[in-house]
Structures are given as C-alpha cells and as structure tokens.
T-cell receptor
Framework: AQSVTQLGSHVSVSEGALVLLRCNYS??????LFWYVQYPNQGLQLLLK??????LVKGINGFEAEFKKSETSFHLTKPSAHMSDAAEYFC???????????FGTGTSLTVIP | ETGVTQSPTHLIKTRGQQVTLRCSSQ?????VSWYQQALGQGPQFIFQ???????GRGNFPPRFSGLQFPNYSSELNVNALELDDSALYLC?????????????FGPGTRLTVT
C-alpha cells in the first residue's frame, strides 16, 4: 500500500527565506514522486517529478526536491521565497504499474512580506 | 496545445439528485483520472479510464460511475447525491496509463449538495 505524509499543514516563511516543505512516503515498490501546487479555486499544477533518474530533481519556479530512499522522503525546497509562492502544496506517490496517485493532505504556504 | 478543461465550473444540487460532470483531456492523452477533493484535504482517487475502459477504482461506492468517449473526453456521474459529496471534483489526463506518467489537472468542478 502506498501513502504520503506531509508534516506541517501550515508553513509560514518570510519573503526571501528558505522554503522547506516535508513529504514522507510509504511504498512497497520503487515509487514515483510528484509535487503539485494549487492556487485558490484552481486545479493542481505539476512542480516537479521523480521517476528513478537523478535523485535531485529541479522543477519550475525555482523549486527542487531530493529523493532520499533511506529516509523515504521527498522534501520540496526553494532557496528564496517569493510572495507568489503562497499556495497549497501537495506531494503525491504512484508506482509504475499503478493507476492512481496517492496525495498527501497538503501544506499551505504563507509568505510574509 | 489545449489543456484539460472541465464543465461546469460550479454546480449546486439537492440531496438525492443526480449530476454529470464533464472533462476534456489534453490533446494526445488517452487516460483520464477523476479525483474528489474535500475542503482542506488532498485529492482522493475515484477511478481511471484508459482507452474507454475503466482501469482502476478507488474506495468510492457504485453510485459514482464514469465514461470515456472515443475522443478520450470523459464524464463522471454521481447518483443519489449525499451532503458529503460536496467537494471539488478534479479531472486529470495523462499520456498513458501507468504511475510514471504525470497527470495534468483541470481546474475542477465545485459541487455543492444541499
């Protein structure tokens, strides 16, 4: 069975500060991992994905995430927060033969000016 | 390239009624997945259609049903609506079935059941 845990339902950072959003997964097989962002009243937009290539994955808008198998983690980071980064962030896991993505409960990011 | 579109944007229904939600997949995509996102929660998988056949189903009752058409657009039907069905319904398309293909999401349909 697969599952995703996002620690911290709400994270606040100052503009220009480091953003760190945590994601831990549980999977019985090698996983595929994704980060999505959701702005108010919109669908989900893919930020980045890990599909068993490089463990450090770079995405859009300056975000990146590192796959750490030993820690079963896929934390999302951005060196310097921008006001436009304020949104809901979801981590998701799937497997090659799978047909669904399993999402975490999300982390709401607030950027303080 | 046209992205995933959904209609309607918002919908208000009464308990016990039936509703149909529609989704047009991204050009070239043959797989459509539907998710229910309750307020403050992550999306929950309802089912997936691949080349017009159901290709997996989440933990949702049979009153949630779907269709995929030859042009790969899709419908989600919900019968005997309950108050707990109030949610944002998201459609996502992907190039192929399989967990290594990213899913591209539409803007969603906000369903309110009163």
């Amino acid at each position: 069975a697969q599952s995703v845990t996002q620690l911290g339902s709400h994270v606040s950072v100052s503009e220009g500060a480091l953003v760190l959003l945590r994601c831990n997964y549980s999977s019985s097989v090698p996983p595929y991992l994704f980060w999505y962002v959701q702005y108010p009243n919109q669908g989900l937009q893919l930020l980045l994905k890990y599909t068993s290539a490089a463990t450090l994955v770079k995405g859009i808008n300056g975000f990146e995430a590192e796959f750490k198998k030993s820690e079963t983690s896929f934390h999302l980071t951005k060196p310097s927060a921008h006001m436009s980064d304020a949104a809901e962030y979801f981590c998701a896991v799937s497997e090659m033969a799978g047909n669904q993505f399993y999402f975490g409960t999300g982390t709401s990011l607030t950027v303080i000016p | 390239e046209t992205g995933v579109t959904q209609s309607p944007t918002h919908l208000i229904k009464t308990r016990g009624q039936q509703v149909t939600l529609r989704c047009s997949s991204q050009s070239g995509h043959n797989t459509v997945s539907w998710y229910q996102q309750a307020l403050g929660q992550g999306p929950q998988f309802i089912f997936q259609y691949y080349r017009e056949e159901e290709n997996g189903r989440g933990n949702f009752p049979p009153r949630f049903s779907g269709l995929q058409f030859p042009n790969y657009s899709s419908e989600l039907n919900v019968n005997a609506l309950e108050l707990d069905d109030s949610a944002l319904y998201l459609c996502a398309s992907s190039l192929e079935a399989g967990g290594n293909y990213e899913q591209y999401f539409g803007p969603g349909t906000r369903l309110t059941v009163t």
